[in-house]
């Protein structure tokens, strides 16, 4: 077994997984352009083409939890939705959300107008929406951080980066802070394995994290 695994095991040997095997394509790109650590992408509320408005970034840090479902941009951009679809049932997930995205959470009077939206009953859009870990069904703060703290980023110090960053957000497991920045949760797996520890705050990933990682990471939210 190498040092490397060993130091993951035990933790007592600092492990990080580069997680760049350098440029191998004909471009001469840096690694922040390919991984495109070097900029936060922004898309237009009105969702841009058809075929790419259900797949919009749906949590953002602005949240107005009783704007109205849907208007302006929004209002056009759910019907790029529904054009997408042979069927409105179809379209219940980018629905839900571009609600989210919107307002924050989704609350049952949200489900209740989804379901009106597209012509099905509250109790089945109620039944996908608690389905899925995805949708908040309660308020959550500005910034919404999921620690992935499944098996990889576990045996690379998951537990150790999410106790670091609720001590420095000033919050417990699955609470708001008071100043309304932050909620905090445990994700089961942010699909990114290699990269260990894994988190996630609103739409951006954030790869490697090591707890000296965690203050800096925190600052720059804007």
């Given at each position: ?20 095997a ?22 237009a ?42 069927e ?48 908040n ?17 576990n045996?690379c ?5 999410l ?60």
């Open positions: 077994m190498s040092a490397a695994h060993r130091g993951a095991r035990d933790r007592s040997i600092p492990f990080k997984n580069p997680g760049w350098g440029n191998t394509g004909e471009f001469d790109l840096s690694e922040d352009q390919v991984r495109g650590t070097d900029y936060a992408p922004s898309r509320p009105e969702g841009g083409h058809p075929a790419v408005s259900a797949t919009h970034p749906y949590l953002l840090a602005e949240k107005t939890p009783d704007a109205p479902l849907f208007q302006g941009p929004y209002r056009e951009r759910f019907q790029k939705i529904l054009s997408r679809y042979p409105r049932q179809g379209a219940l997930l980018p629905t839900l959300n571009l609600a989210q995205e919107l307002r924050g959470h989704v609350s049952p009077e949200t489900m209740e107008e989804v379901a009106h939206l597209l012509d099905l009953s509250p109790a089945y859009v109620r039944g996908v929406a608690s389905f899925y870990t995805m949708y069904r309660s308020p959550v703060g500005r910034y919404l951080i999921q620690v992935c703290t499944n098996v990889s980023c045996l110090g998951a537990d150790e980066v106790a670091t960053i609720l001590e420095h957000t000033g919050t417990e497991l699955g609470e708001t802070s008071g100043d309304g920045r932050f909620t905090v949760i445990e994700a089961e797996c942010l699909a990114a394995c290699g990269f260990p520890t894994c988190v996630q705050i609103n739409s951006k990933y954030y790869e490697n994290v090591m707890p000296a990682d965690v203050p800096t990471i925190l600052e720059n939210l804007s």
